[in-house]
């Protein structure tokens, strides 16, 4: 089993910036994909970015790869999602999650989803 503890998200401005935090705990992620997505109210969970653990490897979603970075510490089993430049339509609930072997931008094809993180920007 894979725990994941997402936190920082909140209420921004246009334009502001935020560092959405994954705390992994549980199975070693040495051999996971982790990935961020969001869903914003009556739409359906979406693709954001992924790394992969051990190689470092990432890939976003055109819409943010711009402005999102998403990277990982080996040190404290952590994912973390650097999101600039924010707009109102990035306001979602960020989700975490892990996947075995590989990423793909699929939802229902990752395995642990850890509660959510809240990101509301204002115009």
């Known amino acids: 089993q894979v725990q994941l503890v997402e936190s920082g998200g909140g209420l921004v401005q246009s334009g502001d910036s935020l560092r959405l935090s994954c705390a992994v705990s549980?199975?070693?992620?040495?051999?996971?994909?982790m990935g961020w997505f969001r869903q914003a109210p009556g739409k359906e969970r979406e693709f954001v970015a992924a790394?992969?653990?051990?190689?470092?490897?990432?890939s976003y979603a055109d819409s943010v790869k711009d402005r999102f970075t998403i990277s990982r510490d080996n040190a404290k089993n952590t994912v973390y999602l650097q999101v600039n430049s924010l707009k109102p339509e990035d306001t979602a609930v960020f989700f975490c999650?892990?996947?075995?072997?590989?990423?793909?931008?699929?939802?229902?094809?990752?395995?642990?989803w850890g509660q959510g993180t809240q990101v509301t920007v204002s115009s």
């Open positions: 549980g199975r070693t992620c040495r051999n996971y994909a």
């Open positions: 999650a892990a996947r075995y072997s590989y990423a793909v931008r699929t939802p229902a094809s990752w395995d642990y």
């Open positions: 790394i992969n653990w051990s190689r470092g490897s990432t």
